[in-house]
């Protein structure tokens, strides 16, 4: 069949850009407006792509990240160059450490002058070059096709990430006449039949398998095939730190999370277990119990490691069986397999799924007047099943991991690279992207300070997020380790916080005080149904520091 010829465009690279943006299928842009690209904010003027306005370049670049989280396709953001791309690389660092697809676009100093330290001039590929999956400069406004599309391709195949592109302020200015683009088709990668097959001998053999989901790149799809793979074998499944919403919570077969705090009894499963099936993960530091949980190289149980990304497989465990898929290839090939006649580890699911309940339906009190224990049991009874949780870094957020039962896909957003501040900004991309849901985050105070302007973002777009500010006037995970290591010798982890509901009501936001768990659900109530964004901030003493132990018992050790 002949191939019809692209139809051709003649414009600046501001406009070219935009328009291979919008033939590529970006849904939206986040950015903070600067004069080094001021040819792409024209060109935006008058496209059909959203653009939401941020108040930090850290801020948009992690609404960016989050909704390549949701999205599984590039977040798209643009800064301004020197300090707007320093700035972003908060949000560069999540999407790195979180496989998530991402495009910075920074404005860039003209050709001419590189080399000279002109005005906010940065080598941006010695900047990124560590943190980015590719970062390069667009000298050519020919060529802007060529590399979006690379752009595009890079950031989603293999383990995702993030993307630079530097564009010089004199290119955009520049006119040619390119080639239209095709719409954007992420790349699949399968396992090949011999590989299922062994997969299947593996399991056959299994007295104790586990597994185990992570990473990014799954889709609605994937996660009901492999569910239905593991009701076929029975098979505990567990998901690894921050990836809850990879597997129904409250399903039989739900084993509980491998991250922070882990129960003990899941840790020990993992520990014992003579076969783990870990499919997009990578188990790194924190799930696997700072490398404790693995022997590195080899691995004592029988390792199968399902990963997108080669490059992946055999970097820090040795595999008994690698397979290059990404989880909706590898998924699918799942619908094959069939179960032993005699399940060997039947009724090990069921166990391991009470065992989870009983681990994450525990109410432990703190001390103070605000149980936070209390507050999640509302909140569980409550919640939509489709509500998004953002949040960020510090011990306030073990409420969420450890007591919210997540049901659905993109129901949670949280860095695995435990980048403080990201909560709100995420919160913020989730809404934007499902205005219909309810989106929640929860921000400790510490937390919320590093991102707290954006606050102004979610009034300006009529985003009705709920905001949850935990509130101990303190960075909590510090001193709680300060406090373990130099019992008694407070330094740099106390803070004097503000009146975090009148900040919020200066934006005209719905805001709260709320000092009693009886006094949380009517003002969540309150909150939901103003229709506006919301703040309800929460004063727990300091003392309840973490949900298992106080301050003074770590101190007594």
């Known amino acids: 069949m002949e191939k019809r010829a692209a139809r051709r465009l003649t414009g600046t690279g501001g406009v070219l850009l935009v328009r291979a943006l919008e033939q590529l299928g970006a849904e939206r842009v986040f950015c903070v407006p600067g004069e080094s690209y001021l040819p792409v904010l024209d060109a935006l003027h008058d496209a059909s792509i959203p653009v939401t306005v941020c108040r930090q370049e850290g801020g948009a670049a992690m609404m960016a990240e989050a909704f390549g989280k949701m999205t599984a396709r590039p977040g798209i953001c643009m800064v301004t160059r020197g300090p707007g791309a320093t700035n972003a690389a908060a ?20 050709t001419g002058m590189r080399g000279r330290d002109a005005f906010q001039e940065v080598d941006y590929r010695q900047f990124f070059g560590g943190m980015a999956k590719w970062v390069a400069e667009i000298e050519d406004p020919a060529r802007i096709p060529e590399m979006l599309s690379r752009a595009y391709h890079v950031a989603t195949s293999g383990r995702p990430g993030p993307v630079v592109l530097a564009l010089p302020e004199d290119m955009l200015a520049q006119t040619a006449e390119v080639a239209e ?20 001998k593996r399991l056959w053999a299994a007295k104790r398998p586990l597994a185990i989901l992570g990473g990014s790149r799954w889709s609605e799809g994937a996660r ?22 990879l597997f129904d919570n409250l399903h039989g077969n739900y084993a509980g999370d491998v991250g922070i705090g882990i129960n003990p009894k899941l840790a020990e499963r993992v520990r014992e277990a003579d076969l783990l099936l870990l499919v997009g993960g990578r188990l790194s530091e924190m799930p696997s119990q700072s490398y404790g949980l693995l022997d590195i190289p080899q691995p004592r149980q029988t390792l199968v490691h399902v990963h ?10 040795l595999p008994d069986l690698a397979i290059h898929a990404t989880p909706n290839g590898f998924c699918a090939a799942l619908e094959a397999l069939q179960p032993p006649n005699a399940i060997a580890w039947e009724g090990a699911a069921a166990t391991a799924h009470d065992d989870y309940l009983a681990w994450s339906g525990a109410r432990p009190q703190v ?27 510090g011990n306030y957020a073990t409420w969420v991991h450890r007591f919210h039962r997540f049901r659905r896909l993109n129901t949670q957003l949280a860095p695995t690279s435990g980048s403080m501040g990201y909560g709100l900004p995420a919160a913020v991309a989730g809404k934007l992207k499902y205005p219909e849901r309810m989106v929640v985050c929860f921000a400790g105070d510490g937390c919320l300070q590093m991102t707290m302007q954006e606050f102004g973002t979610a009034a300006q777009e009529g985003a009705a997020i709920i905001t949850i500010v935990v509130d101990n006037g303190m960075y909590g995970t510090i001193r709680m380790h300060q406090e373990r290591d130099f019992p008694g010798r407070v330094s740099a982890t106390t803070l004097v916080n503000p009146d975090f509901a009148a900040f919020a009501r200066a934006y005209g936001a719905h805001a709260e ?12 109530e309150r909150a939901a149904a103003s229709g506006k964004p919301a703040l309800l901030h929460l004063k727990l003493d300091p003392e309840a520091i973490t949900p298992v132990r106080s301050l003074s018992q770590i101190r007594a050790g």
Request: proline fraction near 7%; hydrophobic fraction near 50%; charge should be negative.
């Open 181 to 200: 683009l095709p719409a954007f088709v992420p790349l699949e990668t399968h396992p090949s039949l011999a590989q299922m097959a062994d997969l299947q």
């Open 224 to 245: 009901a095939a492999f569910t239905r793979f593991a009701e076929r074998f029975q098979l505990p499944t567990a998901c690894s730190f921050r990836r809850q919403m």
């Open 91 to 110: 949000g560069v660092h999540v999407a790195q450490q979180d496989s998530t697809p991402m495009i910075l676009f920074v404005g860039q100093i003209e």
């Open 308 to 317: 997108a990304g080669a490059e992946e497989l055999g970097r820090v465990y």
């Open 367 to 393: 001390p103070g007047a605000l149980q936070m224990a209390q507050v999640m049991d509302w909140l569980e009874q409550h919640l939509p099943e489709d509500a998004i949780l953002a949040n960020g870094a």
């Open 513 to 524: 005080m709320v000092e009693t768990a009886a006094e949380f659900a009517p003002a969540f």
